[in-house]
């Protein structure tokens, strides 16, 4: 049997027009963890490339570039991508139950 090929995704951006105080914090920690992570790339104390994957996955939902790269990583690598999906669908089912 040969598997379908999965449709590819499609990267949307979230208006400024349409985002949350919570979104707004997001963005917030994001650019933050990106300056950490330029600071890390010179600095031998700080992991910068650690620093560098959180700010990607904080701002993916606002830029097209991110998303892009990170759809081209999990088609690089699906077993990363289907580790992180565990980790996160349980992630949320635990803050789902506790609202």
């Known amino acids: ?9 499609q990267p ?8 949350t105080w919570k979104d707004y914090i997001r963005v917030g920690a994001g650019i933050v963890f990106f300056v950490l992570g330029i600071a890390g790339l010179v600095l031998p104390i700080l992991q910068g490339v650690l620093f ?14 991110v998303q892009k790269q990170l759809i081209r990583f999990e088609q690089k690598f699906p077993w990363v991508a289907e580790k992180a999906r565990g980790l996160t669908s349980r992630w949320s089912r635990k803050n789902a139950d506790d609202e």
């Open 1 to 9: 049997m040969t598997k379908k090929p999965e449709p590819t995704k």
């Open 12 to 19: 949307t951006r979230i208006r400024w027009v349409e985002m």
């Open 52 to 65: 560098l994957i959180v700010s990607a996955i904080l701002l993916a939902p606002y830029s097209l570039w």
